[in-house]
């Protein structure tokens, strides 16, 4: 009997020390909670993902194409088109940009479509400035965006003396812009872009037209460019 009851003291000794090793002794507030262990300060720190725009100065150049819609299609050709900008994007979302832009275009003395321009060269020379507000769609290194503002142009006639007969006469006038690009930061610095826009023309006093100009007497206008951010 007494052998007994010694193993069954030493059987409960052993059974009380591995209770209360496994005892949780976090206050109750922790226990009740669902206390989570904080990181270590050794442990590194979450860095933004390297996919995202930088902000900041930008500025690009390039070239494309450029040309007439409504009752000016008949009248100008499509042609070379060029520009450059200098933006500031503030935040990842928006940027605001000045730019230049211009044009090289021949025109149809006759409207028909089969050419005849006014001499050697190109007829028409546009040089353009622009204001911009442009608004990003993601915060991503490839950014398809949307552009509006407000510019002006001073169209030059080449060739005077013909440009007269047939009716084109230098001009300057505003317009509005309206357009969507695609932008890629390649790495840090360098970045891509192509764009495509709607130039609104206030007024088209630089070419004849049979009837009175409206929105889809414009200018459109495709680029490529190359820049880079600072």
């Not at 059974?15 to 507030?29: H, K, L, Y």
């Not at 028909?112 to 050697?120: A, D, F, T, V, Y």
């Amino acid at each position: 009997m007494k052998t007994f009851v010694r193993i069954a003291g030493c059987v409960g000794a052993l059974w009380g020390c591995a209770v209360a090793a496994q005892e949780d002794f976090r206050p109750s507030a922790e226990r009740a909670q669902g206390y989570v262990e904080p990181a270590r300060e050794d442990e590194p720190r979450r860095h933004k993902s390297s996919s995202r725009a930088d902000t900041g100065l930008y500025a690009q150049l390039g070239g494309g194409a450029e040309g007439y819609t409504g009752q000016l299609a008949p009248r100008m050709e499509a042609g070379f088109a060029y520009g450059a900008a200098v933006g500031y994007r503030p935040i990842p979302f928006m940027a605001v940009e000045l730019g230049y832009n211009g044009s090289l275009n021949d025109v149809d003395v006759d409207g028909n479509g089969r050419g005849g321009s006014l001499g050697s060269g190109p007829d028409v020379v546009r040089s353009g400035g622009q204001a911009l507000v442009v608004g990003n769609f993601t915060e991503t290194r490839l950014q398809p965006y949307a552009v509006t503002g407000l510019g002006i142009d001073d169209y030059n006639i080449r060739h005077d003396a013909q440009g007269r007969l047939f009716g084109f006469e230098d001009d300057t006038s505003g317009y509005v812009p309206a357009g969507l690009g695609l932008r890629y930061q390649v790495n840090k610095l360098i970045t891509a872009d192509a764009r495509v826009s709607y130039n609104f023309l206030f007024d088209q006093g630089f070419a004849p037209t049979s009837a009175t100009p409206n929105a889809l007497d414009g200018r459109y206008m495709g680029t490529l460019q190359i820049g880079g951010t600072y």
